[in-house]
């Protein structure tokens, strides 16, 4: 799982000016009037090898009364006991502040590794002399930077990198099958991970949100070997409003980036919502193998036909994602749990499939004479051949002459010849177009 770094400081120390510097984008807002970032926003960043994720927050005014500012408070200090390592952010114009003395008591009290970053120092030139000043935090050497310029910014990477695992040390076992099991709140997450590990290890409630952490369970069977993620269940945006379901979608999401396979959990007495096509879409995005498992299938009332009738009415409502198979079970009473790991170790497998490049273009050949390639104004798309540039999800480039030509539904024939051939259940497919020579207009 990516480390997360949390840029923390009272309001209008230009935080949001460095979140955007060193994130590349221009996601938070940046204004000169104090608390305009209310929730926190979070972009990846990369500096010497480590990968993290950056969180800005809302500024910290320690004694305000208004609702507005405690809330950001609030949300600010769940920012730092969520963070691996914490950016506190001063502003050199205007020194050392008391809400900075309050701001810095309590990152002391959290525990969490700091870096003091003293912003604004805009001029050239020598240490300013007002720098000085900020060692009366507490917080160790401050790094001067201009967040507007970019000044600076390396040095503070530099010492958040200090802070942060080792890359050779945050690689995962690869001998275990990693599971994230992602879904809306009370869809049975938390009993699935305990029927599968045969145990009582995830708190189970029946209110929504119990789960405000992932937490991981190491499962060792007749199957192979496997680490069980759950996940506190994704709300829609308009619920994400408080600070700590805001971080469970956030780690959520780190879940799925850090799984090989992700079991997307349904409400068989609630149904298909649009939540659930949401879910799903951050584990199809992310190239994850997929499965979508129905739970509560024991509490619905069925006869010889309600399964058929789901599964076709699932395929509709997941057709983006047709590859994904679909199995009916009970976290409860274990109803088909012993086929769901067989189904997991198999989609592993698919996602992780390597095809050679001959195989793969005699399936390009044998696609190309049954359907010619799409035509515009006289010009005919060639492919000349096809190759696999990587696995997780399986990987396909294609070389052709215009890349303008490769319609989107050919690529999707061309998709399907692929599955037909070497099945691919599970797992999505990417298709990349490289141009190889473009002809004279």
């Known amino acids: 799982m990516k480390p997360i770094v949390a840029i923390v400081g009272r309001p209008n120390v230009g935080k949001s000016t ?15 009037t104090p608390g305009v970032t209310r929730d926190r926003l979070y972009g990846d960043c990369e500096w010497l090898r480590h990968s993290f994720l950056l969180v800005d927050t809302g500024g910290i005014e320690p004694h305000s009364d208004d609702v507005i500012l405690s809330q950001m408070r609030r949300q600010a200090q769940l920012a730092i006991e969520t963070a691996d390592a914490i950016v506190m952010l001063v502003d050199i114009r205007s020194g050392v502040t008391a809400n900075d003395e309050e701001v810095a008591l309590m990152l002391r009290k959290s525990g969490k590794p700091v870096v003091l970053c003293v912003n604004k120092c805009d001029r050239p030139g020598g240490i300013p002399p007002e720098l000085y ?57 938390s009993s699935l991970v305990n029927q599968m590990a045969g145990e009582e290890r995830v708190i189970v409630s029946e209110i929504p949100g119990t789960t405000r952490d992932a937490t991981d369970t190491l499962v060792e069977n007749d199957k192979g070997k496997f680490l069980l993620i759950d996940t506190a269940g994704l709300r829609r945006k308009s619920r994400v409003n408080e600070g700590i379901e805001y971080y469970s979608v956030l780690r959520a999401k780190l879940a799925v980036e850090r799984a090989t396979v992700c079991v997307i959990m349904l409400d068989a007495t609630e149904g298909f919502t649009e939540q659930d096509s949401k879910v799903a879409g951050l584990a199809h995005e992310a190239g994850k193998g997929c499965i979508i498992a129905v739970n509560k299938w024991d509490l619905v009332e069925k006869d010889g036909k309600t399964m058929d009738q789901q599964r076709k009415q699932l395929m509709v409502d997941f057709s983006f994602m047709s590859y994904a ?117």
Request: net charge neutral; hydrophobic share 35%.
């Open 133 to 189: 000043e900020f060692y009366n935090l507490g917080l160790g050497d401050p790094i001067e930077v201009s967040s507007i310029h970019g000044h600076g910014t390396g040095d503070l990477l530099d010492e958040v990198c200090k802070l942060l695992p080792n890359p050779e040390e945050e690689q995962e076992d690869s001998d275990e099958i990693r599971v994230a099991i992602i879904g809306k709140p009370n869809a049975g997450k």
């Open 18 to 32: 460095l979140f955007n510097k060193l994130t590349g984008t221009r996601r938070a807002i940046v204004h000169d």
């Open 325 to 441: 198979p679909i199995i009916f079970i009970s976290a409860k009473t274990g109803q088909r749990i012993a086929r769901l790991w067989d189904l997991i170790k198999f989609v592993d497998e698919q996602n992780a499939m390597r095809i050679t490049t001959g195989k793969l273009n005699d399936i390009l050949a044998e696609a190309t004479a049954r359907v010619q390639p799409p035509t515009d104004k006289g010009r005919r798309l060639k492919i000349y051949y096809m190759t696999q540039a990587s696995t997780r999800p399986p990987t396909f480039v294609c070389f052709v002459n215009r890349a303008e030509l490769f319609h989107y539904s050919y690529q999707r024939y061309l998709e399907n010849q692929i599955r037909g051939v070497f099945g691919l259940e599970g797992t999505p497919i990417r298709l990349i177009t490289r141009e190889r020579e473009r002809e004279d207009v």
